[in-house]
């Protein structure tokens, strides 16, 4: 692991500093830092952990996306409490850029015990020292992670196998449409085509789909057609392989042929609006969509479907996910590790997942009502975020290109491609 070696007044620039040295990570248990100070004792590696058996307080460090988040994490931690008396959870809310806020107070050593962690950035964060590594914990308390998917559990390792977070629920790109305009959903991505052609012009739709210029869900549209941004081993670009151009080139013709539309274009918000105010008959969003659509358009007859099978024949899809993490500074990590531990659990995750708002990210938690396709979608889906270092440079430059081809009218892939490369080609060489 590299030293972390962070620079405040550029971390809170939101620019990571220059790592060099010796290795990274906090003291081990017991050991002194620089300048004389003793880590608070931590379980020996090698013993046996007892979560029922610790004491101490936590401070928990979450973003909040809703009321309806905060009422289902205060469910999850009240039921904690329950099961585990001893333990005081102390929930920081952090609004704002979560993610500027917790590099700079990283930097200062002042980040709360636990938090959550995105998958955009886990890489950066791992790579930075930040994050406490949990397998010494996972092995001690026999905790299960083999329910956990792969594809959510995976994004939260470095490059050596070594797990940094737990996934706290995950979320998969599935179609969404209107079932009295779509009675039947299409399955292939030609069937889509036909489709949206025939939705062309009728009643209010401004367009048959509502789409996203970037890699949020053209990614998926990507691997359907047998593309990809990497190689197999995420060790070179991929974009400008034969069958990724092709993808890009298709994914653009639904623009220019009138079969979708971005929803700005639309006059929306997002592509969930365009659903409820019947702008667009199908859109690709998770399981976010389904309390939207129950509170802000309830009367609009909508369901789930699979993402359609491309060229490349097989069911595909992207996902997203987020993950509990220990701080790497935290002077309560033992605390920290059993309500992660709980949460990320059988128990804990099916209350938080109850609420209505978020997907289990483990097999052996009960789906909740709405979400099977969403669900169904991990089994075969492949990262969305998180699977490569400089990821949100790369979406901006593909986004970036993929828009100045619509505006511009001129609808060809090769700028698209050619930005895409330039930049995956950058962030794999830094």
């Known amino acids: ?56 307080e936590v401070t928990l460090g979450q973003w909040e996306s809703s009321p309806a988040e905060r009422d289902a994490l205060t469910e999850a931690l009240d039921a904690f409490a329950q099961a585990y008396p001893n333990v005081t959870v102390n929930q920081e809310t952090i609004a704002g850029d979560y993610r500027a806020q917790m ?4 930097g200062a050593q002042d980040a709360p015990d636990l938090f959550y962690v995105n998958a955009e950035y886990a890489p950066e964060w791992i790579r930075e020292g930040f994050l406490e590594p949990l397998d010494d914990y996972i092995a001690a308390q026999g905790f299960d992670t083999s329910t956990f998917y792969e594809g959510y559990a995976n994004i939260f390792k470095g490059e050596d196998g070594t797990t940094y977070g737990l996934p706290k629920d995950g979320n998969t790109i599935a179609m969404a449409y209107n079932t009295d305009l779509v009675p039947n959903p299409p399955a292939t991505l030609d069937e889509l085509v036909s489709l949206a052609d025939s939705l062309k012009g009728q009643g209010d739709l401004k367009a048959p789909l509502c789409l ?142 109850q609420g209505g708002i978020a997907v289990p990210s483990r097999s052996d938690v009960p789906v909740p009502e709405g979400f099977d396709v969403i669900v169904a979608g991990a089994d075969y889906a492949r990262p969305g975020s998180g699977f490569m270092p400089g990821y949100n440079d790369v979406q901006k430059a593909f986004q970036d290109a993929m828009v100045a081809e619509i505006t511009g009218g001129s609808y060809s892939a090769d700028p698209v491609v050619s930005a895409t490369a330039d930049k995956i080609n950058e962030v794999l060489n830094q």
């Not at 002194?32 to 029922?52: I, K, L, M, R």
């Not at 590099?103 to 990283?106: A, D, K, W």
């Not at 079969?259 to 702008?279: I, N, R, V, Y």
């Open 103 to 106: 590099i700079t107070r990283f």
């Open 212 to 353: 996203s210029p970037g890699l949020d869900r053209g990614l998926a549209f990507l691997y359907a057609q047998g593309g990809s941004l990497l190689t197999d081993d995420n060790s070179a670009s991929a974009i400008d392989s034969a069958e990724s151009t092709a993808a890009v080139q298709w994914y653009l013709d639904l623009f220019k042929n009138g079969q979708g539309m971005a929803p700005g274009d639309m006059g929306d918000g997002w592509c969930g609006e365009a659903l409820g105010k019947g702008d667009a008959a199908i859109v690709f969003e998770g399981g976010w969509l389904l309390g939207y659509m129950d509170t802000e358009f309830p009367d609009t007859p909508w369901a789930f479907a699979e993402m359609p099978t491309g060229s490349s024949g097989e069911k595909v899809t992207i996902t997203y996910t987020a993950a509990y993490s220990i701080g790497v500074d935290s002077q309560n990590k033992d605390a920290a590790w059993v309500v992660l531990q709980y949460l990320t659990g059988p128990d804990g995750m099916g209350v938080w997942t």
């Open 1 to 56: 692991m590299r030293q972390r070696l962070l620079i405040l007044g550029a971390a809170m620039a939101l620019a990571f500093a220059a790592c060099t040295g010796d290795g990274g990570g906090s003291p081990g248990p017991g050991e002194t830092e620089p300048g004389g100070q003793t880590t608070a004792p931590q379980t020996p590696a090698g013993t046996a952990f007892d979560p029922s058996a610790i004491s101490g």
